[in-house]
């Protein structure tokens, strides 16, 4: 009787190993097609380990424009290497730094994502279709979609902080994000090229 | 069917993790503990809507059990202070099973939480906590161990099969890794480490650009993390082998937690490795340091007798 126990456990416990193998994988026509199981499966034990696979081949900055309505003067912040500074200066115990660091970063790569995924939402036929009749480009869809999401949400809340910490007036301005990659040169010109820059985000000018 | 039955049983017999599980219950609660401390300040920013971290999730699944967010978000630090509560418990063994699994859960609650400040390491982590939910891990560093013989063979099985789970969860995680990075272009013609090395946010020391720099030190450590990634879930599994793997994984655990600026990741990975040593070993090295530290100390009031 016991031993039917231990055994239960023990096939339990195959079970388990045998699921997490299958839905860890890489995506393959077995685990793709197993929708429901991989929706239980990552509700209870979702895990990722494609560790830099690849590492990111570009540093991203984060610009916020504060143009005020009136004057129509610029300031402009750029948010990211301020932390990264102070994550360096206070390593190891950086605990502050890194958490905000991963915060915006994590915004980034979200925001990132989803640009790329609705351009090939957008780029699809049937959705081309649909939008015919409309007079807003797929870009400016883009960036509507992106704006409503939790990712630039926390980007806005950010720059009000920022508005805050330098004395704007939040009334007065209005305030546009822009997202950029500066590219690592390829190994070869390493020593003969500077990163180049490209837009990878802008958003509207909205109220804060 | 026989030889199953039989390889079970034989689990049944003796918790073959019973020092390391202990290890690694004390080490858990005080990495917990210490990442809490260092949050305190500012949980509001990270687990609320106060900050400027905007909220992902409104409603958190627990096992089958979904509840609001806000219910722990406007409460953040009673939450906390019950986390900790039993952290405490657990570190000393108090309330043994039902301990771990209470602050299993609550780790997966803050995880959800706030998903966007976790790392490979805290997915780590949270395997290792559920895995630890099931083990006796209480006979070492514990105020009270289980007594008698209740349920012994069951608490055998489950240690064992836990202990073994973190083995093969860290064998997992290389290989997916390993076979993720061969996928990739920068890993496969050697040069992903200028990659990483260059990138602002992991920046960890001032020698990351010169050693980018290098060809020798970019070719090396690329294929070298690639080549241990793909080995040592397989090599590990032979006891000859260990002596020379573990050493190197924790080179590079090191190595990415130092150049990075990973430490509690890495960290993570580090005393992972040690579930490889067998009970006995770990007991040898235990009761060798506990004979060495009186030793010491019997030196140290002798000497201070002696003075007086």
């Not at chain 1, 869809?141 to 007036?169: M, P």
């Amino acid at each position: 009787m016991k031993s039917g126990l231990y055994i239960a456990v023990f096939l339990l416990f195959c079970t388990y190993w045998l699921a997490t193998i299958f839905f860890v994988a890489p995506a393959n026509p077995l685990n793709i097609s197993a929708d429901i199981g991989r929706e239980i499966f990552n509700t209870h034990f979702y895990q990722r380990w494609s560790f830099f696979a690849p590492p990111p081949t570009y540093n991203q900055r984060v610009y916020i424009i504060f143009k005020n309505t009136t004057t129509k003067h610029k300031d402009v912040f750029e948010a990211i290497a301020p932390i990264v500074l102070a994550k360096h200066e206070k390593a190891p115990f950086n605990e502050y730094y890194q958490k905000m660091d991963y915060i915006l970063a994590s915004s980034l790569i979200n925001i990132e994502g989803n640009v790329k995924l609705l351009h090939d939402v957008f780029a699809s036929k049937s959705m081309q279709s649909l939008f015919k009749e409309k007079d807003t480009s797929v870009k400016e869809r883009i960036v509507n979609d992106i704006e409503k999401t939790s990712d630039f949400r926390t980007l806005i809340k950010y720059a009000r902080k920022i508005a805050d910490e330098n004395g704007i007036n939040k009334n007065d301005v209005s305030c546009q994000v822009i997202i950029t990659k500066v590219y690592i040169p390829q190994f070869v010109d390493r020593k003969l090229q500077k990163g180049k820059e490209e837009i990878a985000f802008s958003s509207h000018p909205f109220n804060l | 069917m026989k030889k199953i039955n039989a390889f079970v049983m034989g689990l049944t017999v003796a918790n073959n993790y019973s020092f390391y599980l202990s290890c690694c219950r004390v080490f858990a609660c005080l990495l917990l503990l210490k990442q809490v401390a260092f949050s305190w300040q500012f949980l509001p920013l990270l687990y609320t809507d106060a900050g400027y971290l905007a909220p992902m999730h409104r409603y958190i699944s627990e096992f089958f059990i979904s509840f609001d967010a806000s219910l722990v978000r406007d409460r953040i630090y009673t939450f906390f202070g019950v986390y900790i509560l039993f952290l405490i418990l657990l570190l000393f063994g108090v309330g043994k099973n039902f301990s771990a699994i209470v602050v299993f859960l609550l780790y997966d609650i803050t995880q959800k939480l706030c998903p966007q400040i976790l790392n490979g390491g805290d997915n780590f982590l949270r395997f290792i906590l559920l895995y630890l939910a099931f083990a006796d891990s209480f006979r070492y560093f514990s105020i009270s161990g289980y007594e008698g013989a209740r349920f012994y063979k069951l608490r055998c099985l489950a240690s064992n099969l836990a202990g073994m789970s973190i083995c093969m969860h860290l064998c997992l995680i290389y290989f997916i890794s390993a076979i993720h990075k061969i996928h990739a272009d920068v890993w496969f013609s050697g040069v992903a480490t200028y990659y990483t090395f260059n990138l602002e946010r992991f920046n960890g020391t001032p020698f990351n650009t010169s050693l980018a720099n290098s060809a020798v030190f970019v070719v090396t450590t690329t294929y070298g993390t690639l080549l241990l990634e793909l080995l040592y879930p397989i090599l590990i599994w032979t006891r000859a082998l260990r002596k020379y793997l573990i050493p190197v994984a924790i080179i590079l655990h090191a190595g990415i937690g130092i150049f990075m600026m990973l430490y509690d990741f890495q960290l993570i990975f580090i005393f992972a490795q040690g579930f490889f040593l067998s009970n006995q070993q770990w007991l040898k090295i235990y009761h060798g340091s506990l004979s060495a530290f009186s030793k010491l100390k019997h030196l140290t009031t002798g000497r201070q007798a002696s003075a007086a």
